[in-house]
């Protein structure tokens, strides 16, 4: 079978793809009714062998609620009123968050607050508290 390519370095071999073709909904005319125009992929993404551990991981963590406890994910478009316009669509959304998983985030290093962000913060919580401390009531002493 082809391979997909997502990336340069990254691609999916086809037979790990299936589709479903369903009736659309929304207008259309007749042809809503007669011709199954909206499409169903679905990916799984714990049975690929094209995608390294740790961009399942992510994908997983992106793919949310379109992700299956089976760990497939299933995509449905049907936007278009042609069959291989949605199913372009729904392997292109696939792609997509693909690609977005393959981005590896940089790992954040933990810092400490400059002295002048410390007495900025602490400057602005004194000029705050004089201001609320000027609408209290005076005192009848």
């Not at 390294?52 to 406890?69: F, V």
């Not at 995509?75 to 316009?85: E, G, L, M, V, W």
């Not at 292109?92 to 968050?97: D, K, Q, T, Y």
């Amino acid at each position: 079978m082809a391979r997909l390519p997502i990336t340069d370095q990254l691609s999916i071999d086809e037979s790990e793809l299936s589709e479903r073709f369903v009736l659309s909904s929304g207008p259309g005319g007749q042809n809503v009714n007669k011709v199954s125009t909206a499409v169903e992929l679905r990916f799984s993404v714990r049975e690929s062998n094209s995608l390294p551990e740790g961009l399942k991981t992510r994908l997983a963590r992106l793919a949310g609620a379109r992700m299956t406890h089976d760990g497939v994910i299933v995509i449905s478009a049907q936007k278009y009123r042609s069959q291989q316009r949605n199913r372009e669509d729904a392997q292109a959304r696939l792609f997509e968050l693909i690609r977005a998983a393959a981005e590896v985030p940089k790992r954040r290093r933990a810092t400490r607050p400059t002295l002048a962000s410390k007495e900025r913060r602490l400057t602005a919580k004194s000029v705050r508290s004089g201001t609320k401390s000027m609408r209290a009531r005076p005192d009848h002493d």
